[in-house]
């Protein structure tokens, strides 16, 4: 099978689509004033259908007007948030080797380009968060009797994402409190999907799964070693070693630790091609990294199975605290644990109501549960930014008035606005900078 099959199949698709919307163009048909337009390389297909859906959701206005102030407050929390991140991310870059630098792809949170990011999931999960943010910034506006002119879908090849046109004269006509409400929607529906999504695969994870056995998951058997002749599988879970219960990732390199090449040890796993706990005697090799040190053979995962379904149930439960749990749960993909699949998912079974489902089909269900809960809090922290034309950046430019407003009373409405884009601007052209710094500044020193 062509090894390329994948890329060849884009690069078919992207042609065509290139060729369609030449012909598009050719025909007269793509313009900003047609139902057909173009928004950078994406194609733009704009209705006014579903203005009047926006109406009757909009129209519990003192409700819409509470819960966006909460989303101003929010957004202003996430902006402070993620300039902080920037910051120390740009003091971090001093002593990271040219090695250790983060590569644009790891910059650009985009599925198909981010690494860490699966196509699949990642398009289904980017998909719901930009439409779904895009609604909630036409229900906002419609509240706040601000206009939409128009609403439609953005296609590069397949849909990408959604989109709510807001009438630019009557937001710039309305009060800075009504035009923040709008600009903090968006971001205040991804947040409430990351919590949403994540309550919803907690649920999910904690009535119908069970590690197999309490220990350490080995993802990996190096062949010819004394795992592989013991015939220990990835998929397995190791639970003890001469005895000494191996539950975590440090019990298993201490109990390792204490061994010698060539020492026979009794090994207890759960096989996941038996279905029972296994113990076997095992004579040890001689580690080819640490002298006089045994070696078994087996890369185990960083987490084990207990504490990967505690992670994706309740991180902030996890014995090494909160906030390090939380970021355990962030970053899952690193650790190659999120998507669940293949091996990983062979250290669980099903139990409860889901019992009799597939373990293939429910870890599918979960997986994108997962992603639309991590994608949902990208897009929140990232249209965060001070950074036009992002929401944040409209909400920077508002506070920014707002304080000049407390402390140059005398300033003119004019003067304010004035003001109010040039420190815009200042902060756009500052996070542009912290973004390149981490990528240049390494690969410098």
Known sequence: ??????????????????????????????????????????LMTKTVRGRSLLDRWGRFRRLWSAVSDLGIVLAAAAMVTIVVLLVLGAIASFRLSPSQAPSVQEVVGLPGINPIIPLGY??????????????????????QKIGV??????????????????????MMAASRRRRDRVAAAGVLANFALAVLFFLLLSGLVATSVQPNANGVGIAYVEPNTPAANATLAPGDILTSINATNTTTLALFQSALANTTPGE?????????????????????????????????????????????KQILVWPAGLGSGPVSGTLDWLVLPLATLEPVSGTTMSYFHLTGVLSGTSTGTFWIGANVLYWLAWMNLLLGLSNALPLFP????????????????????????????????????????LVLLLLVWQLVVPRLL
Not at 129 to 140: D, P, Q, S, Y
Not at 393 to 416: H, K, N, P, Q
């Open 1 to 42: 099978m062509d090894p390329y099959l994948g890329y060849e199949i884009t690069v078919a698709l992207i042609f065509v689509y290139g060729l369609i919307l030449y012909g598009l163009h050719r025909a007269g048909k793509l313009g900003p004033d047609r139902p057909l337009s173009l928004f950078g390389p994406a």
């Open 122 to 143: 990642g398009i289904v999960a980017l998909v719901v968060g930009i439409v779904l943010h895009e609604l909630m910034h036409g229900i906002i506006a419609r509240s």
């Open 149 to 170: 002119k128009s609403l439609g879908i953005l296609w590069f090849v397949v849909p990408i994402g959604a989109f709510v046109e807001q009438d630019d004269k009557e």
């Open 264 to 308: 026979t040890v009794s090994v207890t796993y759960y096989s996941a091609g038996l279905g029972r706990l296994v113990t076997t005697a095992v004579v040890l090799a001689p580690s080819p990294t640490v002298h006089g040190r045994g070696y078994l053979g087996v890369a185990v995962d960083t987490f084990t199975p207990a504490e990967l």
């Open 390 to 429: 992002l929401d944040g950046g409209l909400l920077f430019r508002d506070f920014a008035i707002s304080f000049a407003a407390r402390v140059r009373r005398g300033w003119s409405t004019a003067r304010l606005d004035e003001f109010g884009g040039r420190a815009a601007a200042v902060s756009s052209v």
